[in-house]
């Protein structure tokens, strides 16, 4: 999917800089006393209604800085995700291409979590192993669960694959990268293609094992 940079959309900068404060949105909704319907948050944001706009922020912020922080991302990662999903999602309104069947707070979240994985990659080097950037996978909603799973699998590799040290990480890599033996044995100063093997090996039950021992494992294969 193509993340659209913010300066292609004409929009206040003050409305989508930065989370509007807790206190400004309660204040909001309190006055309102009533909780925004889908349809009603979707013609809020392509009217850059500002009441909806600190609604959204109020609402699904918190949600998205918990899925950003639990898998190594920081406050400013999770404010910087929110914000770009929130304009992907201006722009497909404004050119009349939303169409989704899940609720608006399944679908923001999906974005974001694709924005988060695709933030990931870049940071792993390591393409091959994330779902095409160019795939919209969030068109229609009955294929959201099974993405959301496959998300989830990439992100609790990702965390632990993070772990491993430099070079485990690069060894892991060059196999990854179909990188034959012998040549792997070379670059990392191995003294024979063998040797480059049982490295390999080590460091895939290393990583294996760092993974099936974290609680989200059964969690997650388990609804599988």
Known sequence: MNIPSSSTIVIADSQFTSPPSSRQAEIIIRKKAITYPDKVLVEGLKNRDINVIKYLYKKFYREIFVMVSSNSGSKMDAEDIFHDALIILYQKISQDNLKFS??????????????????????????????????????????????????????????????????????????????????????????????????KYLCKEKLKNSIMNDPRFQQIYQSS
């Open 102 to 199: 899940c609720s608006f707070n399944t679908y923001l979240f999906s974005v974001c979590r694709h924005l988060w994985l695709q933030k990931l990659n870049k940071k792993l080097k390591m393409c091959e192993l994330t779902p095409s950037a160019e795939q919209d996978v969030w068109e229609d909603g009955h294929d959201l669960k099974e993405h959301l799973k496959e998300s989830e699998k990439y992100s609790l590799f990702c965390q632990h694959f993070c772990k491993l040290s430099p070079d485990e990480q690069k060894v892991l890599k060059l196999y990854m990268n179909k990188t034959p033996a012998r040549e792997i044995a070379e670059i990392m100063g191995y003294k024979s293609d063998k040797y480059a093997k049982f490295r």
